[in-house]
């Protein structure tokens, strides 16, 4: 019997060569039906757009269907069209709308994927971070950033909604992924700090938006950014812009997911008509141009992977 060793050795045409690596593990690198390197991204993720009335009234009927018991949470994942494994909003982001019922708590757990909420509806509901006890009311946004515990509970006499954005495909991709869930279940050991990094109320982020001055090129309005950014994978956004206004076409290396908290207009992405109104979700993956129209006054919550691709040196913007 001849060795491996052997039998690669005497290999005499290509077309022997193929199968002979290949029961190797090895591929010939000029031969491989797929390039590895191409001129530039290729359209994986498609522009999508979720209606914020279909994912209320789907998370009031799961509020009838499965408790928080059951379920360690209530949440329905926006999923890309064009992902084949029906998780991802964008290559490095998931959204999802959560629900929690009065009297609720979603037990406290930690993972290393960063996460972040901005309230949609319903007053009286909180997140405890690593101990401090954080109420939600509308439009505010809560970070849980990677390895800080985190769960929900409400005090108020009807449903809270909340929109979720967390870089858990970013995490599958990259590998380091952990998760626990508390020991005590729902974290009781808590303090009701008056301020705190995790959060952005809405009131603050409204005073700032008046303070800010419209940028020159036109193309976001008045814009704030939440932290700087607001976590190591994220950074987050709030741009005010007036009825009539039109941007420039823009696009970035940056995957970028969008929700309208106030006004309507829409997107043109790719080519492609998304209208949007309050609570809508609006996937723009990356290296799609995108230019937005605005009917009514409108403030627009913008999520981007932009510190992934500042830190690794791919960001590139062009407007
Ligand atoms: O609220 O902790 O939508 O861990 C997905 C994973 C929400 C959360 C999600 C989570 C959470
Ligand atoms: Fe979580």
């Known amino acids: 019997m001849a060795t491996v060793l052997e039998t690669i050795a005497e290999t005499e045409t290509l077309e022997e060569l193929y199968p002979r690596l290949n029961e190797q593990y090895i591929q010939a690198g000029w031969a491989k039906p797929e390039p590895s390197l191409y001129p530039e991204p290729y359209k994986n993720f498609a522009p999508a757009k979720w209606s914020w009335e279909t994912g209320r009234a789907a998370l009031d009927v799961a509020g009838r269907l499965i408790s928080t018991d059951l379920a360690e949470r209530r949440n329905l994942i926006l999923y890309n069209p064009a992902s084949s494994y029906r998780y991802p909003t964008v290559r490095t982001m998931i959204t999802a709308y959560q629900m929690i019922l009065p009297g609720e708590t979603a037990r406290s757990h930690r993972h290393t994927p960063n996460a972040l909420r901005l309230i949609l509806e319903g007053e009286g509901a909180y997140t405890i971070v690593d101990g401090e006890r954080l109420d939600m009311h509308v439009n505010d946004v809560l970070l849980t950033p990677n390895w800080h515990w985190h769960g929900h509970g409400s005090e108020a006499d009807g ?21 626990e869930t508390h020991p005590d279940g729902f974290e009781t050991k808590i303090t009701t700090p008056a301020t705190s990094p995790n959060i952005f109320p809405w009131t603050q982020v409204q005073a700032d938006l008046d303070r ?33 206004m039109k941007t420039p076409s823009i696009r970035t290396t940056a995957n970028q997911i969008f929700c309208p908290v106030e ?19 609006i996937a723009l993956p990356g290296w799609r141009p995108f230019e937005h129209h605005v009917s009514d006054d409108a403030t627009l919550f913008m999520m981007s992977d932009e510190p992934v691709m500042r830190a690794l040196g791919w960001l590139r913007v062009e407007d």
């Open 159 to 179: 449903p809270c909604y909340w929109l979720d954005c967390l870089d858990v495909p970013l995490t599958h991709l990259i590998e380091p992924m952990f998760f």
């Open 212 to 244: 800010a001055t419209p940028d020159p090129k036109g193309r976001y309005g008045r814009r704030v950014q939440l932290g700087d950014p607001a976590m190591a994978t994220i950074a987050l956004f709030m741009q005010r812009m007036e009825g009539g």
């Open 263 to 281: 006004g309507s207009g829409y997107t043109i992405v790719d080519g492609e008509r998304f209208d949007w109104k309050r609570g809508d979700v």
